[in-house]
Structure formats: structure tokens, C-alpha cells
């Protein structure tokens, strides 16, 4: 009781540091709806979604939670708690609908519309260039990510947005988590849009090498607009980039050597593949090592451009697993055998890591969040770090009556649980600046539709798409009052 007692106290002890980012995300196409309006085309989701047996129920974001007319609503859930940041994606093919010029001047008005109505409320944006959404005619006519000239689309599009917005907006994210849309769309049975893996799994695809066709790409992409931006604009509007990678935490699946250096694979796989070239100029020697020529070589340009490009770091971060070593197969199906490790959620006791949540894949670590935080500093030498995604689904939410659902005591604790073990890390020199709770508002969660809930806020998909709060959305108001 003792030891409680001291570490209650220790916890409550830490403080938040000074002009701490306090905020919630979404995302354009699982909020925004509004799919053929005022001049959008689609993109890979928007087709994806609409092909049928690829979302559960057939959901697609063709209305989400119709945040394109009722933004003004959505801010006012902000502002009732006390938040003073929001982060935010832009659709590309709302203001490029072909992903190419001309600009869509609907959609460029729509958006300052946010950008006014967010600043006039004391809310700062955060703005995501991609968060998923490729508009569909990149990837038809010239193979979107599988295509190294998307640097070149990504760069004009990036171009467009400082050009329209950057005298308001002093946060941007070039990409959110390339490790999710290059594995999932580009392996892992396709099941992420555009929908590509190895037959017969897919129709058409290579698991092998098109995720890291892809991971390429995506960085080429990112150096372009990161230093387009600093070359063209940063000096006058004064903002900051970077990126922002998904990262589980790896827990030796037990003691040995092989175990552990495993779990250093994992992690290697997830976060280096995207960062060592942003803060070391290449991937990282694990990589090249097991994957071979399968991997894409940069060139020493194209490393000399990639090298720096940030000025924060971005991690989205949900839950741990236990890593365990295993021979490479041969032959290797890509990305998940290259990296001789079997991931699970279940340790050699046959316990699950941690409470499951409702998404198959999301366990409950709170230190695993502090871990992370550890090995990212650690390697890349304390960077500013903006925690841009964090939350939960609760176990059986959408089938629960709206009271249960309100009452959301598991996610609650899940929060508490890990911004505890975020300040921890700080305590102890790690340079998290910003959180970011995913989400505002229950939306639609990509494959899984409308059937998994993650929200601060419960939208009724049967009733208008009323938002209500729920008490984690109220505890979070109260936490970052420092009530």
C-alpha cells in the first residue's frame, strides 16, 4: 500500500510542461462526408469503400459525420472543452481533384472557412496534408504510391495548400502513418485502398516489394514538400513540419537475446523505415540487410534532401506486443516475414498483454506509451515529439444503448493511464510538446465502418448524426484544466 501510495503521489506530482499542445484529431474522409460536393472527385477511398465485401456493412465516407456542413458544430464540442488545438487532414482531391492543377476553388474557400471559424474560437489548427485519401486519378493513371513521380503531384498539391493557408496554419504534417496505408494497402490481404497484394489474395499486386515501392515513394514525396516549404515559405510564415509515424511498442517475448534483438527488429520495421532517412539519410541496416534489392536504394541527392527534413516529431501510438524471433521464410511475402519476428498480443503464460479493447489489434499498455517515447528519443537524439494520435474503442460500444455508451469508464482509464505515463516520460528529459486524442468524435474507422467507435463524442448514425458528449470527453476537458 505503501508503494501505491508513493506512486500516486510521484504521478501527481509531475506537471504538465509549459504551453503544452492540448487537442483531438479527425480525419477529411472519415469525417468530412460531402464525397461529390462542390467540385470533389473521388479518391482510392472513396472507391474502395464502394467496392463491395471491403468495409464492414458496405460503410463508406460518402456522408460520415457530415463535418463538411456542420464544422461550426464540431468546433463548438471543442470549445465547450476548453481545447485550444484540433488537428485536422486536408482532402486532395477536394482542392485537386485530379491530384493535378486546376485548383478547385470551392474547395480552397471551404477550407478557410475552417481555418477562420477554428482561429475566431481560439483554436489552432494542426493540418495534415495526407491522411490516406490519394485522389483516385493518381493512382489510375500513373500507379499513385507505386509511382516515384508522386513526389512530384505530392509537392504541387503541398505547394497549393502553403500558398492558400500558410499565412494561418504554423503546424503541418506531410503524412500520416505510411506504415499503415504502404502494409495495408500494399500487403496484409489489401485490405486498406487501394487494395493491392499478392494473388490470389488481391487481383493484382507483389506483397514483396510494393509496400516498400510505396514507403519509398511516400519519403521522396515528404523531402519534396518539407523543403519546398522551408525553401518558399517558412521563413515568411514561420510554421513548422514534419511527419508522423505509428509506432507499437515491442516487449521481448521473453529473455533471450534473439527475443529482445526481435523486438528491436520491430520497432526498426515500424519506426525506422521512415525516420532513419529523415534524421540519418537512409534506412536503417536492418532493413537493407534483410530485405536486399527488394529495397528501393536512395540516391546520395535524394539522401542529402531527406536528411533533416523535421522539425518535430510525429507519433501516433496505441498499444504494445510481444515480439519473438522466428527464421525469415523463404520465399519471404514481404514486409511481415522480412523482419523474422512473430508478433502477439498473448505472452508465454497465454495472458493477453494487457485489457483487449474492441479493435482486434488494441490492447491496453499505458507503458508502452512511456517506452516508446524512450526509445524514440533515445535513438534520434529527444526531438521535439507531438503525440498526434491516442485512444481507444471500448469493447462493444456500437451495440450498447447511447446510456452505456456515455459512460465510457474504459476509456476514461485509458487515458488516464497513458497521459500519466506521457508526463512520466517528460519528467524523465523526453520533449513531448503536444497530445492529441484520436478521436473528437466517433467517424468512420476505414475497413471497419461505423462498427468500431473511438470518439470523445457519440455520433448517432440512426438519429441525424446527433454528436453528445461522453464522460471522456469530459474528464479530458477537466484533465487539461488541470482540474
Known sequence: MMFLA???????????????????????????????????????????AHTPGKTYNGDTGDVADDNYHRYNEDIGLMTALGLKYY????????????GELPVNQAGIDHYNQVFNALLANGIVPLVTLYHWDLPLALDQQYGGWLN????????????????????????WLTFNEPLTFCVQGYSDGGIHAPGRC???????????????LCGHSVLLAHSAAVNLYRQKYQAQQKGRIGITLNTDFGVPYSSSSDDKAAAER?????????????FFGDYPPSMKTAVGSRLPQFTPDQSKALLGTWDFYGLNHYTSKYIQNRPIPNPSDGWNDDQGTTV???????????????????FVVPE????ILKWISERYYYPPIFITENGVDVPGESSMSLADALNDTFRVNFYSGYIDNVMRAVSEGVDVRAYFAWSLMDNFEWADGYNKRFGLHYVDYNDNLKRYQKQSAIWYGNRIKGQ
Request: contains cysteine; hydrophobic residues 35%; charged residues 15%.
Open 198 to 212: 499478392s494473388p490470389p489474395t488481391c487481383a493484382a499486386g507483389n506483397s514483396s516489394t510494393e509496400p516498400y
Open 6 to 48: 508513493l506512486v500516486f503521489q510521484l504521478a501527481n506530482s509531475i506537471k504538465d510542461p509549459p504551453n503544452f499542445m492540448w487537442g483531438t484529431a479527425t480525419a477529411s474522409y472519415q469525417v468530412e462526408g460531402a464525397y461529390q460536393e462542390d467540385g470533389r472527385a473521388w479518391s482510392i477511398w472513396d472507391q474502395f
Open 148 to 171: 516515384f513521380s508522386m513526389a512530384t503531384y505530392f509537392q504541387l498539391y503541398a505547394d497549393t495548400v502553403f500558398a492558400a493557408f500558410g499565412d494561418r496554419i504554423q503546424n
Open 344 to 362: 502477439t498480443p498473448y505472452g508465454p503464460d497465454g495472458q493477453p498483454i494487457g485489457p483487449p479493447a474492441d479493435s482486434s489489434w488494441l
Open 368 to 371: 508502452g506509451i512511456y517506452k
Open 87 to 98: 488537428r485536422m487532414s486536408l482532402s486532395w482531391s477536394r482542392i485537386l481533384p485530379t
Open 266 to 278: 520491430n520497432m526498426e520495421w515500424q519506426c525506422s523505415w521512415f525516420a532513419d532517412p529523415i
